[in-house]
Each structure stands twice: as C-alpha cells, then as structure tokens.
C-alpha cells in the first residue's frame, strides 16, 4: 500500500515569515493529494488539494507544489499568523481509490 | 445536514464492553468513510462505503470491528469487546465525488479503561 512521509514534525516559525512542510509518498500511481488543518480537539478540514496533472496551486497565502518525478508534495504558507497554528496532515490517494493515506502530521506555531 | 455529525462525541467504555458510534454524512453524499486516529497521529483509514455497499474493509484491525451503513445514508460503526488500545478518536467522513476532498465530522473520542 501507499506510505506517506512527512517532514518535520514540528515547526515553528516567527508571525510573518513563510513556513514551507513537506511530503513523500511512494505510490506512483497516487493522483491526488490533499492538505488537512487540524486544530487541538477539532476536525480536520481541508485547506487545499492538488490533482497529479498539476504541478502547483495557489489559494490566497497557500500553495502546494507537486513533483511526480520524485514522488514528493509540499505545502507552503506565507505571511503566517497565529490563526495558522494547528497540525497540518498531507495524504495521498490511489487513482481509482478513495482511501487517504496520512502523513504524521506538523505542528506549526506561529509566533506572535 | 450542512456537516457530517457524529455521536457520541466523547465515549468511556469499560474494557470487554461492546460500543457503537454513529455517523450522519452529508446528505447526498454516496461515499463514507471511517478512520482511526490516535493520540499524535494521523487518521487512519478503516473502512469505506459507497452508498449501502462496503467496498472496502481492509484497514479494520481485527474482526471486532463491524461497520454498516443499511440504506446508504447513517453509519454505526460497532466494536465488540473493547480492548485499552482501542482508545482513539474516530473520525467519519463523507465525500460527493471520487478523488475529492472529504469532509471530516467532529470525531467521537473513545476512551477504553
């Protein structure tokens, strides 16, 4: 099955500044790839997704690049604000499934 | 409903009681699917529905857990003889489209003492 890797676990950056998370994920035949926000004792809601035919998507100070090649998918959030900390999962989906597999989560602080 | 709701919320079980947590998707939606998160991890997949049909079951960790989903709409899933590493929040989701984001209920937080 698909097993997805993400990096680091943990991030804090200063209120502002950009935090860049990142993923791997070993199925080449994995075509889509969502971002989860969670915060403490709430559900995980999606913050932005990316398709395999894309390799970027931008959405406000969110974006997502995509490199099939190398099997890697990364988030990127400029200009962070203390309303950005929570723990951030990416996934991954196998074309014609629909089963996600999560990464370990990053939990950002953003410093006021 | 405008969300997926999940009861209960929060659930304390004695260790060998049987419990039963229950999933209200978005109405319309024909996909469903349960998953496991424990403390500090990501949710992991359980089982999957399209409408009545379980499709896949393939992340159930052992035959203790039972889901079902009778007329495609509300989803219970049950397990039997709960076990401390049962304890974990379970996350139902629902989805209108294959290869679309879900949308995640609020989870019910079982605790197994």
Do not use: M
């Not at chain 1, 997502?64 to 950005?84: C, G, M, R, W």
């Not at chain 2, 319309?28 to 009545?52: I, K, R």
Request: net charge neutral; glycine share 8%; charged share 20%.
């Amino acid at each position: 099955g698909e097993n997805v890797e993400q990096h680091p676990s943990t991030l804090s950056v200063q209120e502002g500044d950009s935090a860049v998370i990142k993923c791997t994920y070993s199925d080449s035949a994995s075509n889509y790839f969502p971002w989860y926000k969670q915060e403490l004792g709430k559900r995980p809601q999606l913050i932005i997704d990316i398709r395999s035919n894309v390799g970027e998507k931008k959405d406000q100070r969110i974006a997502v690049t995509l490199n099939k090649t190398a099997k890697h998918f990364s988030l990127h959030i400029t200009e962070t604000q203390p309303e950005d900390s929570a723990v951030y999962f990416c996934a991954a989906s196998l074309s014609g499934a629909n089963n996600l597999f999560f990464g370990t989560g990053t939990r950002l602080t953003v410093i006021p | 409903g405008a969300g997926v709701s999940q009861s209960p919320r929060y659930k304390v079980a004695k260790r060998g009681q049987d419990v039963a947590l229950r999933c209200d998707p978005i109405s319309g939606h024909v996909s469903l699917f349960w998953y496991q998160q424990a403390l500090g991890q990501g949710p992991e997949f359980l089982t999957y529905f399209q409408n009545e049909a379980q499709l896949d079951k393939s992340g159930l960790p052992s035959d203790r857990f039972f889901a079902e989903r009778p007329e495609g709409s509300v989803s219970t899933l049950k397990i039997q003889r709960t076990q401390q590493e049962d304890s974990a929040v379970y996350l139902c989701a629902s989805s209108g489209r294959v290869n679309y984001g879900y949308t995640f209920g609020s989870g019910t937080r079982l605790t197994v003492v």
